[in-house]
């Protein structure tokens, strides 16, 4: 499986920005795909993930703004980005996890916010 990452970029505060994941190869046993981030000296968090039945989560601090979507026959999962606050700034990373436990990550793409 190959991740395939876009969008992201630099908003100010209050704005929105959308990131967009397209996922190739073979999506059998699929469990979810996610959006993970990474702030410099942070540890990378897990920020909103989808299954293919539609089920959602997302982490307290993006609830409300943040918004996971997917699209099965596509194999893509878009994560769009609203009321965003400096604290949001990080590198972006697309996952696919699936049943068998096989992880995979896309490239990282960079969010910044300013105040």
């Known amino acids: 499986v190959q991740l395939q990452a876009c969008g992201g970029g630099l908003a100010q505060a209050g704005g929105s920005l959308r990131l967009s994941c397209a996922a190739s190869?073979?999506?059998?046993?699929?469990?979810?795909m996610s959006w993970y981030r990474q702030a410099p000296g942070e540890q990378r968090e897990l920020v909103a993930s989808?299954?293919?039945?539609?089920?959602?989560y997302y982490v307290d601090s993006v609830k409300g703004r943040f918004t996971i979507s997917g699209d099965n026959a596509k194999n893509t999962v878009s994560l769009q980005m609203n009321s965003l606050k400096p604290d949001d700034t990080a590198v972006y990373y697309c996952?696919?996890?699936?049943?068998?436990?096989?992880?995979?990550w896309g490239q990282g793409t960079q969010v910044t916010v300013s105040s």
């Open positions: 996952h696919l996890h699936k049943l068998t436990g096989s992880t995979y």
């Open positions: 190869g073979n999506m059998d046993n699929l469990d979810a």
């Open positions: 989808i299954t293919p039945g539609g089920r959602t």
